[in-house]
């Protein structure tokens, strides 16, 4: 599942498989776009780390959920925080172990 070399590896390189000869050739510019890696969510959720992240104890989660001043229609984030009194605790995650 989740391999910290080989996500240190697409961060500096772009890639999981860079040159053993010569590092220094591969490191990728500032310019380049970031490298991605793709993990099955449900596997994620079920039994990787999303396992000890709990909605309900992210404030944002609640006080959407708990809200009655909203309409069937699409936000922007400043629309969103202003109606729900989103504040700096809201947008921190607790995680749980």
Known sequence: MFDPI???????FGTANPSP???NEHIRPL??????????????LTSGGGRFAYP???GA????????????RTY?????????GLND???EIKISQ
Do not use: G, H, W
């Open 76 to 84: 922007t984030f400043a629309e969103l925080s202003t109606r729900l």
């Open 56 to 58: 309900s104890l992210f």
């Open 6 to 12: 080989e996500i240190k590896k697409l961060y500096l």
């Open 31 to 44: 310019n380049a776009s970031p490298a991605s890696k793709s993990y099955d969510m449900n596997t994620y």
């Open 89 to 91: 605790n809201d947008l």
């Open 21 to 23: 000869n010569d590092y």
């Open 61 to 72: 989660v609640e006080k959407f959920f708990a809200a009655e001043n909203l309409d069937d």
